[in-house]
């Protein structure tokens, strides 16, 4: 008896062992694609378009810019140029994860910031937020609150909207209006001190 219990907790562990193998193993072969996935998510033209009307292209700023953003900002994720079909730059694709988490953790987007300093778009690239509530964060009316407004001061969530500042809470998500928010005023931020050197009119 105590040979067979021996036995089966040694062939239990070496299936669990196969087992843990097989499954490092595709997470291997699936983490470039999913990266991947990720990337294209955030730097095709239809995402140009979205973040920056006009542009047909986003591509690749300054990479030591990039990299000295990363270091002294955690929540930053990239930054692009959006360029039109004669290469010049309409708008900057701002992307950063949220300083506040939602209800379902990190909201990531793209937000558009035209060379003037103005909001003229947006893309949240992922979220885990509430089917129904939460997601209301993806649609046009209200991320319409923040488009057409200057990057001169960071924006504060609200129930009675009375000034330019001001959005207005999404019903029954305060947490994801707030995570939002936060994100587009981090990307606001790495406008104002890394691309317009804070002197924005």
């Not at 843990?20 to 999913?34: C, E, P, Y």
């Not at 003037?116 to 997601?135: A, C, F, P, R």
């Not at 981090?186 to 406008?191: K, S």
Request: proline letters at 2%; hydrophobic letters at 35%.
């Amino acid at each position: 008896m105590k040979n067979e219990i021996v036995k089966l907790g040694v062939i239990l562990f070496v299936i669990t062992a196969i087992a843990g193998l097989v499954l490092s193993f595709s997470n291997d072969l699936t983490k470039d694609v999913i990266q991947k996935s990720i990337e294209a998510e955030s730097s095709g033209p239809d995402v140009a378009k979205v973040v920056v009307p006009g542009a047909v292209s986003i591509e690749e700023f300054d990479k030591e810019l990039v990299e000295k953003i990363k270091l002294e900002n955690e929540k930053f994720v990239d930054l692009r140029e959006c360029k039109d079909e004669n290469g010049n730059v309409l708008g900057y694709g701002i992307t950063t994860k949220s300083p506040v988490k939602g209800y379902g953790g990190d909201i990531e987007i793209i937000l558009g910031v035209s060379v003037d300093g103005k909001i003229v778009g947006m893309k949240v690239v992922s979220h885990s937020e509430t089917v129904g509530l939460g997601t209301g964060i993806e649609k046009p009316k209200f991320q319409g609150q923040f488009i057409g407004k200057t990057t001169n001061e960071q924006f504060i969530v609200t129930k009675s909207v009375t000034k330019e500042t001001d959005i207005e809470t999404l019903g029954g998500a305060t947490f994801s209006t707030k995570s939002f928010t936060s994100a587009v005023n981090n990307a606001v931020e790495i406008y104002n001190k890394y691309i317009n050197g804070g002197n924005n009119e």
